[in-house]
């Protein structure tokens, strides 16, 4: 069988050299989070329709969109991959691809990074296992695991191999997925000097920043980055998102809204991280107190047509806040009914949705009618348990958030402050949690209630 070494000298099997060249422009733009992804590997398989390893990128493309007619279209790009091999028998890392496209596309995504593990122990320098893992492993809650994955292969990796800033860039999101702030900003800020285009890279110095509480810093940041973000893809929108967060802390509303409008729903999209972005953020507006108007609307029309995808948890909350937003009570029966079904699947998000998504999704609606007391019985006992539903530390906290909410709310004061107490611990240049934790401190009489008033105002001050 004909074989060409790709950009990192991996051998692939296709029928010709211009083939292997497309499809690495296709995974460089995949994981520069480019635009044009589609339409490079389009290329590819036109100058091979019996290329296994370009079959397989489209399936995992389909698997990204996180929607059922992803998966049902991944299936069908499997079935291409296997005819392919068929005919032009591969080799054994690209029929691990095959195998881990089988499992991600019938919901064992732990099958699929297991998979991808076994092809980096082998071959360190497959950048589209690298990339593709780590969606994976992060909607999977699993920190530590996107970072011993990095650290397993990046001693293979050095400034001269193609790619090798998305590699840094990747890495520099597990370490601050992982706690390691430093390390994260250092590697995150030299990915971003290799290759300003680097979103994802630019991203995790933006994660650094929020989790530290370093607001204008972020926004500064953002501003200088997004200058080199020509021809990405709706992931720059997500760093809006980053923008509009930073801004809320400053209680600059009206121009989160601007924000909001311009910049993070721009287009009524129907991609589910757009979707997302923007129910978290129009949920922390009317936590402080800001109308929102009719913007729910646009949101749960959309989500309407998600209520049976069931593909993450994280993104089924956040369709279901929409409805739940909306006032649309039957869509909201209907999606919550959904949820108890899959509940009871066979897939790994299934398990995720039995033990944590059913409770979060109840607290969602209970939230929503005001019935806070619920809120706080069906989440405390998980709560510990929250990075199980994926993505990241500052999108999780959305939930955390609706949980000291409610105890507030409900009066449970001890429940809230015990609570804040561990938030500021572990965030303790976080406006949100130094407001509420002086207010439940205030509606206690505590005598350190002045000293978290200074620190919240020094906090505001910087």
Same mark, same amino acid.
């Given at each position: 069988?004909?074989?060409?070494?790709?950009?990192?000298?991996?051998?692939?099997?296709?029928?010709?050299?211009?083939?292997?060249?497309?499809?690495?422009?296709?995974?460089?733009?995949?994981?520069?989070?480019?635009?044009?992804?589609?339409?490079?590997?389009?290329?590819?398989?036109?100058?091979?329709? %019996?290329?296994?390893? +370009? =079959?397989? !990128?489209?399936?995992?493309?389909? /698997?990204?969109?996180?929607? @059922? &007619? #992803?998966?049902?279209?991944?299936?069908?790009?499997?079935?291409?991959?296997?005819?392919?091999?068929?005919?032009?028998?591969?080799?054994?890392?690209?029929?691990?691809?095959?195998?881990?496209?089988?499992?991600?596309?019938?919901?064992?995504?732990?099958?699929?990074?297991?998979?991808?593990?076994?092809?980096?122990?082998?071959?360190?320098?497959?950048?589209?296992?690298?990339?593709?893992?780590?969606?994976?492993?992060?909607?999977?809650?699993?920190?530590?695991?996107?970072?011993?994955?990095?650290?397993?292969?990046?001693?293979?990796?050095?400034?001269?191999?193609?790619?090798?800033?998305?590699?840094?860039?990747?890495?520099?999101?597990?370490?601050?997925?992982?706690?390691?702030?430093?390390?994260?900003?250092?590697?995150?800020?030299?990915?971003?000097?290799?290759?300003?285009? %680097?979103?994802?890279? +630019? =991203?995790? !110095?933006?994660?650094?920043?929020? /989790?530290?509480?370093?607001? @204008? &810093? #972020?926004?500064?940041?953002?501003?200088?980055?997004?200058?080199?973000?020509?021809?990405?893809?709706?992931?720059?929108?997500?760093?809006?998102?980053?923008?509009?967060?930073?801004?809320?802390?400053?209680?600059?509303?009206?121009?989160?809204?601007?924000?909001?409008?311009?910049?993070?729903?721009?287009?009524?999209?129907?991609?589910?991280?757009?979707?997302?972005?923007?129910?978290?953020?129009?949920?922390?507006?009317?936590?402080?107190?800001?109308?929102?108007?009719?913007?729910?609307?646009?949101?749960?029309?959309?989500?309407?047509?998600?209520?049976?995808?069931?593909?993450?948890?994280?993104?089924?909350?956040?369709?279901?806040?929409?409805?739940?937003?909306?006032?649309?009570?039957?869509?909201?029966?209907?999606?919550?009914?959904?949820?108890?079904?899959?509940?009871?699947?066979?897939?790994?998000? +299934?398990?995720?949705?039995?033990?944590?998504?059913?409770?979060?999704?109840?607290?969602?609606?209970?939230?929503?009618?005001?019935?806070?007391?619920?809120?706080?019985d069906l989440l405390l006992p998980i709560h510990d348990r929250f990075r199980r539903i994926g993505a990241s530390h500052a999108q999780r906290d959305l939930f955390e958030q609706l949980l000291i909410d409610a105890a507030w709310r409900d009066r449970r004061f001890h429940v809230a402050l015990d609570l804040l107490a561990d938030r500021t611990g572990r965030r303790p240049g976080n406006v949100w949690g130094w407001k509420h934790y002086a207010a439940v401190l205030d509606a206690l009489r505590s005598g350190d209630a002045a000293g978290a008033?200074?620190?919240?105002?020094?906090?505001?001050?910087?």
């Amino acid at each position: 069988m004909p074989r060409f070494p790709d950009a990192r000298g991996l051998a692939v099997t296709a029928n010709c050299a211009d083939a292997v060249r497309l499809l690495d422009e296709s995974i460089e733009a995949y994981v520069g989070a480019r635009t044009d992804t589609r339409s490079r590997l389009d290329a590819a398989l036109a100058a091979d329709p %019996d290329f296994t390893l +370009a =079959h397989c !990128v489209d399936g995992y493309l389909r /698997m990204l969109s996180s929607k @059922r &007619e #992803g998966r049902e279209q991944a299936r069908r790009a499997l079935a291409s991959a296997r005819e392919a091999a068929f005919r032009q028998p591969p080799l054994a890392r690209e029929l691990r691809h095959v195998d881990a496209l089988d499992a991600w596309s019938r919901g064992h995504m732990r099958a699929a990074t297991a998979h991808w593990t076994a092809i980096l122990r082998e071959h360190p320098l497959d950048l589209l296992a690298i990339k593709v893992s780590q969606f994976v492993l992060s909607y999977l809650g699993e920190s530590e695991g996107m970072r011993d994955l990095l650290v397993a292969v990046l001693p293979f990796w050095d400034a001269a191999m193609p790619g090798y800033g998305y590699v840094l860039g990747c890495y520099a999101y597990a370490l601050e997925e992982a706690g390691d702030y430093a390390s994260a900003e250092r590697l995150g800020r030299r990915a971003v000097e290799l290759n300003p285009c %680097d979103i994802w890279a +630019a =991203h995790a !110095v933006a994660h650094v920043a929020e /989790m530290e509480g370093r607001r @204008r &810093e #972020g926004i500064a940041w953002i501003a200088d980055a997004a200058s080199h973000w020509h021809g990405c893809n709706n992931f720059a929108f997500h760093l809006r998102w980053h923008e509009a967060l930073f801004r809320l802390d400053l209680d600059e509303h009206e121009r989160v809204l601007d924000v909001y409008d311009r910049e993070v729903r721009a287009e009524h999209s129907d991609e589910y991280l757009d979707i997302a972005n923007a129910v978290s953020l129009l949920w922390r507006l009317e936590q402080a107190e800001v109308d929102v108007a009719g913007r729910w609307r646009e949101l749960a029309e959309r989500a309407r047509g998600h209520i049976h995808d069931h593909s993450l948890v994280f993104v089924d909350l956040h369709y279901l806040m929409a409805l739940a937003a909306a006032g649309d009570a039957n869509a909201v029966e209907q999606f919550l009914g959904s949820c108890e079904r899959f509940a009871t699947e066979a897939s790994t998000e +299934a398990s995720v949705m039995a033990d944590v998504g059913l409770p979060l999704a109840r607290a969602v609606v209970a939230h929503r009618r005001g019935d806070f007391g619920s809120v706080v019985d069906l989440l405390l006992p998980i709560h510990d348990r929250f990075r199980r539903i994926g993505a990241s530390h500052a999108q999780r906290d959305l939930f955390e958030q609706l949980l000291i909410d409610a105890a507030w709310r409900d009066r449970r004061f001890h429940v809230a402050l015990d609570l804040l107490a561990d938030r500021t611990g572990r965030r303790p240049g976080n406006v949100w949690g130094w407001k509420h934790y002086a207010a439940v401190l205030d509606a206690l009489r505590s005598g350190d209630a002045a000293g978290a008033h200074r620190t919240l105002d020094r906090l505001r001050e910087a």
